[in-house]
């Protein structure tokens, strides 16, 4: 079975473009959560959506919005562009068994690089 | 929120068992314990998920003492592909996603 996708891989945008990160979550996984990890720090909650509703959101601006789409997949957006947002964007799906600290499994990321 | 206290790094030597203790002082009575690994250019990968006491899978072992302040993530024979960072969480039963606290880990360097 394929794991959590994400595209692209890698990208570089200037400040104040916007950017649009993708993410297939794994067969049968309804939930799907996205965090922001700068280089030497462990990754930050940003959103976590389950049957295309927002069910939570992290400490990030109104830049950051996300949404997810019939077939679980999902988009991350960050509007305006900073230089501090230049970091590895990752996605993780999980079953939903409805409890905070079930297993997430994660996919590789997206290293957004902002000049 | 329960706060978590990782060794900033460690190194060890191949064959060797590797124990990463994190302590969290101000768990709650529903908090479960949990510990992900990750490689350079990849996404966390979970290992194991505790309680109490002790839990083993086929990867490591986790060791909780009674007052459950702290755990003990233990890795028997390491070997060189064991060189990641691990993190230690503690989050509740329920009540969202923003309770999951990802630390700076601990950078595990397993030597020849």
């Known amino acids: 079975d394929a794991g959590v996708t994400q595209s692209p891989t890698h990208l570089i945008k200037t400040r104040g473009q916007h950017v649009t990160l993708r993410c297939s979550p794994i067969?049968?996984?309804?939930?799907v959560s996205w965090y922001q990890q700068v280089l030497g720090q462990g990754p930050q909650f940003i959103f976590q959506?389950?049957?295309?509703?927002?069910?939570g959101r992290g400490n990030f601006p109104d830049r950051f919005s996300a949404r997810q789409f019939p077939n679980y997949s999902s988009e991350l957006n960050v509007n305006a562009l900073l230089l501090g947002d230049s970091a590895l964007y990752l996605c993780?799906?999980?079953?939903?068994?409805?409890?905070?600290?079930?297993?997430?499994?994660f996919g590789s990321g997206t290293q957004l690089s902002v000049l | 929120l329960a706060k978590t206290t990782q060794p900033i790094s460690m190194d060890s030597y191949e064959g060797q068992e590797v124990n990463i203790t994190c302590s969290h002082n101000?768990?709650?009575?529903?908090?479960?314990i949990t510990w992900y690994q990750q490689f350079p250019s990849q996404g966390p990968r979970f290992i194991i998920q505790?309680?109490?006491t002790k839990v083993t899978n086929e990867v490591a072992s986790l060791f909780i003492p009674a007052d459950r302040k702290s755990s003990t993530l233990s890795l028997p024979r390491v070997s060189l592909s064991d060189t990641a960072v691990y993190y230690c969480?503690?989050?509740?039963?329920?009540?969202?996603?923003?309770?999951?606290?990802f630390g700076a880990g601990t950078r595990l360097a397993v030597h020849p």
């Open positions: 505790g309680y109490k």
């Open positions: 959506y389950y049957e295309k509703e927002e069910r």
């Open positions: 969480l503690v989050a509740p039963f329920s009540g969202g996603y923003n309770k999951l606290i």
């Open positions: 067969s049968g996984h309804k939930s």
């Open positions: 101000n768990i709650a009575t529903n908090d479960y």
């Open positions: 993780a799906s999980s079953p939903d068994t409805g409890t905070t600290n079930e297993k997430l499994f």
